[in-house]
């Protein structure tokens, strides 16, 4: 048993709750990681890898602690260890990339004066040999004006440079170890294949190990050797990542890779209605943030011109990078923020463009469910009362003909009765999300705007709450808006999609014609989700000049 | 987890967790609660009688906490002080804070001009200094009890106001705001049903914060001569009073002191325990 640069025995990690209860939330578990080797741990949220990965560092997050176990890095037990000595290791043998890099960095601060703070603190070089360093390892990250980026504030680079950013920070102190703590999530797929083109290939020169935390299986096999799926704190199956891709042996495992597979589309069959009369009529929508200016003009237009047209019972997709407009675009339809020109036709009939301008029943019919179910439900309130207000406010129904209405609504986004009492903080990720969508059926509605309602869900829940979406479909024969930046989400339920950029609606292709798609846009954003192929990052050729001109502004 | 837990775990079936500096600070402000009930049962002697042949009487069998500087009881003029202390300051704080909290939450829902124009007034009227402005509305209307609440409340609207809207403006920016305004709900409910169940803790926590300023400010005036008037005596009067017993070391100036300083530190104690809600229901 030696040679390899972690060992991880039997470890076993409590927490403790506010009522005093003690839970195990890691039980047991063992793993090695050898010598420049990339090991991801993949697993649901709540199943322990964030926490099994922290440990490297001795380190457990407020009220839990390491109960049994050891965690060897380079021989020495991080668990025996006082607090000084274990912050003698961390920057310099493990190091930490974490989740958000915009909350990672202290905002009043240059970022070169972050990133060799490593350096000072362990007095490792000379302040100016630190910044050398540091300048070559921007390089090596390919980030744009290496010489210069570190005198700017985090505020002044883009999301995925800023992600790059905290890699050099981590890697400035020459760890054996790196910790990539979900680094791509909060990114866009264009975003994401440089930064994980640059993490490959820094981890490679410099032979670092890394354990690499993620739930995305196809993120993972880009970037892994090894892949250990976790599950509710005990290692389910290790394998080399092709291993894992291709035998995968537990059931949770199966179901991870199952979600990725694009699923046939089953089409409700045509419902021919009042002689092809669209739904959805919107025509040369502008709108835009700020005060108004001289010439009427919003300040930020972040939508310009858009039309499109959705036929009842059918679907559209609105896709692109974030900043592109579409949560905008579903905001001025639903009335939300008043479009400053063009008009919104519904069912025949030109819609006023402020909420407060239209009738109750048109925006009854009209619903839209927001990406986050943690603040898109009330916290103070139960899923009851959730759920009661629409059918009060829109259907005037009380007493018990509201209560099977709600358990009706529970039945049909799958939720046990239970949850009836129970506030949204007593819920998970996917159960607050069907609360959400419930709400929204409440209403009755014909046309649902989703955005990016699976964006903040686990994959194996997303692609739960999109079968639900489907069926219900069917049974309700509604219609929806659906917007997202995940393709495989919006090729899976749509019969149109409508792809944005920079406000604009550069593209309109149906799934069918969806894999040869026109505009270069369109083209670098679909050759840029990754598949389940551990080859596919290597083998991905991609314009350069496109990726300068789309994915840097 | 809809089965309520029978375990031994205290406080559990509750769901809230108290700890015992809480707990303590509750008892004292209960007992001074039960005094200003039930005073005129209590009291061993009446209030305006002179019961002692010396002034700033010591500590004796009969006079528990010896005499004022009319040879009265002190122990009986501390609790029918409690009466005054406790009534006014929790009518004043009472209407301050459902003034102040109620246009707080309209101000951060509606927003626009009248949000701008409350603001603007109320932070014109907390620009006043508070004893100042005490003095010169007594001097103009005279002290009476209803004057002095309706004064005390004037003077704590706008704190009440700032920090009611302060959370208030938060809560609004989050998606269910946004949900509950595009169904086409109206502004009564917005306030009511949607934002006051997220702030009601921090609101409550501060209108404990406020009564105890409201005592002092109350001790003050009444210190001064303009709070509540003789033969009546509030307990910043009581400290007035006999406040010519200090170089004698009388008890007549020391326990009413003692008697502010208990009721607005256990106030604030509370207000720091405050029993937190446990979040982890499941059974074991």
């Known amino acids: ?553 | 987890m809809t089965t309520s837990t029978s375990s031994g775990r205290r406080g559990i079936r509750l769901g809230y967790r108290a700890n015992p500096v809480g707990i303590s600070a509750l008892g004292v402000i209960l007992l001074w609660a039960v005094v200003a009930l039930f005073a005129p049962h209590m009291i061993p002697h009446s209030v305006g009688e002179i019961v002692d042949t010396d002034y700033f009487g010591p500590v004796s069998r009969d006079l528990w906490l010896g005499s004022d500087y009319l040879g009265r009881d002190i122990f009986s003029r501390i609790l029918m002080g409690a009466r005054y202390t406790l009534g006014i300051s929790l009518a004043a704080v009472s209407i301050a804070c459902f003034s102040g909290v109620a246009l707080g939450m309209t101000a951060a829902v509606a927003g626009g001009w009248l949000d701008t124009m409350l603001s603007r007034f109320l932070d014109a009227l907390n620009s006043i200094p508070s004893k100042l402005f005490g003095l010169v509305v007594v001097a103009a209307v005279g002290s009476s009890i209803p004057a002095l609440i309706a004064t005390l409340s004037v003077i704590y609207t706008p704190g009440a106001y700032r920090f009611a809207r302060a959370l208030a403006v938060n809560v609004n920016t989050m998606d269910f705001m946004v949900v509950a305004r595009i169904r086409g709900e109206k502004l009564p409910y917005l306030i009511a049903s949607e934002i006051l169940p997220n702030i009601l803790g921090p609101v409550l926590a501060d209108l404990g914060l406020r009564f105890v300023f409201v005592v002092l400010l109350l001790s003050g005036l009444s210190f001064l001569g303009l709070g509540v008037q003789p033969p009546y005596a509030d307990w910043g009067a009581l400290v007035r009073e006999n406040i010519g017993g200090l170089p004698f070391a009388a008890p007549a100036v020391l326990f009413p002191s003692l008697a502010i300083a208990s009721l607005t530190i256990s106030v604030n104690l509370l207000i720091d325990n405050l029993p937190r809600r446990i979040r982890d229901r499941s059974p074991e």
């Open chain 1, 1 to 553: 048993m030696t040679g390899n640069l972690v060992e991880i025995r039997n470890l076993r990690v409590e927490a403790t709750t506010d009522s005093g209860r003690r839970l195990e939330i890691i039980k047991g578990v063992s793993l090695d990681i050898a010598e420049g080797e990339i090991v991801a741990l993949i697993g649901e949220s709540g199943s322990g890898k964030t926490t099994i990965a922290l440990t490297l560092m001795g380190y457990t997050r407020q009220g839990c602690r390491i109960t049994g176990g050891e965690v060897r890095v380079g021989g020495v037990d991080m668990v025996g260890l006082s607090e000084t000595e274990r912050a003698g290791i961390r920057g310099t043998t493990v190091a930490y990339v974490p989740q958000s890099a915009a909350a990672a960095f202290n905002p009043a601060i240059t970022i070169m004066d972050q990133v060799v703070e490593v350096a000072q603190i362990h007095k490792l070089m000379p302040a100016a040999q630190a910044r050398a360093k540091a300048i070559s390892l921007f390089r090596a990250l390919s980030l744009p004006e290496p010489e210069a980026i570190g005198d700017r504030y985090p505020h002044q680079v883009s999301g995925g440079q800023l992600q790059r950013l905290a890699a050099a920070m981590a890697l400035i102190g020459q760890p054996k170890i790196v910790i990539f703590d979900e680094p791509t999530t909060a990114l866009d797929v264009t975003t994401q294949v440089e930064v994980l083109r640059a993490f490959k290939t820094v981890t490679r020169q410099h032979n670092i190990a890394g354990i690499y935390v993620s739930h995305d299986l196809a993120v993972v096999a880009q970037i892994a050797d090894r892949i250990v799926v976790l599950k509710d704190g005990e290692i389910r199956e290790t394998g080399t990542t092709s291993e894992i891709l291709e035998h995968a042996r537990h059931p949770y495992t199966q179901e991870l890779l199952a979600a990725f597979r694009p699923k046939a589309q089953e089409r409700v069959p045509e419902i021919e209605t009042t002689a092809n009369l669209p739904l959805l009529m919107v025509d040369q929508l502008t709108v835009g943030y700020g005060s108004r200016l001289r010439n009427g003009e919003p300040l930020v237009s972040a939508v310009q011109s858009v039309s499109l047209r959705l036929d009842r019972g059918r679907n559209l997709g609105v896709i692109g990078e974030s900043g592109c407009g579409k949560s905008t675009l579903a905001r001025a339809i639903a009335g939300i923020l008043p479009a400053h020109a063009g008009g919104i036709t519904f069912n025949g009939r030109e819609l006023g463009k402020a909420g407060r301008s239209r009738t109750r029943n048109e925006l009854r019919q009209i619903q839209i469910v927001f990406q986050h179910a943690d603040t898109a439900l009330n916290p103070a309130k139960s899923v009851e009362d959730i759920l009661g207000r629409p059918l009060t406010f829109y259907h005037g129904t009380r007493g018990k003909a509201r209560d099977a209405r709600i358990s009706e609504l529970l039945d049909l986004v799958r939720l046990p009765k239970s949850v009836r009492q129970r506030r949204p903080g007593e819920l998970s990720g996917g159960q607050k999300q069907r609360v959400n969508f419930a709400r929204a059926l409440a209403a009755e509605p014909t046309l649902i705007l989703c955005d990016e309602i699976t964006s903040a869900l686990d994959t194996v829940v997303a692609a739960a709450v999109i079968e639900l979406l489907k069926e219900l479909q069917r049974e309700l024969g509604l219609s929806y808006i659906f917007i997202s930046h995940d393709l495989s989400v919006v090729e899976a339920i749509c019969d149109e999609i409508i792809v944005m950029y920079r406000g604009q609606k550069v593209e309109e292709i149906t799934p069918v014609r969806s894999k040869v798609p026109e505009h270069p846009y369109t083209r670098l954003l679909f050759s840029s989700v990754p598949k389940l192929d551990p080859t596919w990052l290597d083998g991905l050729q991609q314009d350069p000049e496109q990726v300068r001109t789309y994915c840097h502004h």
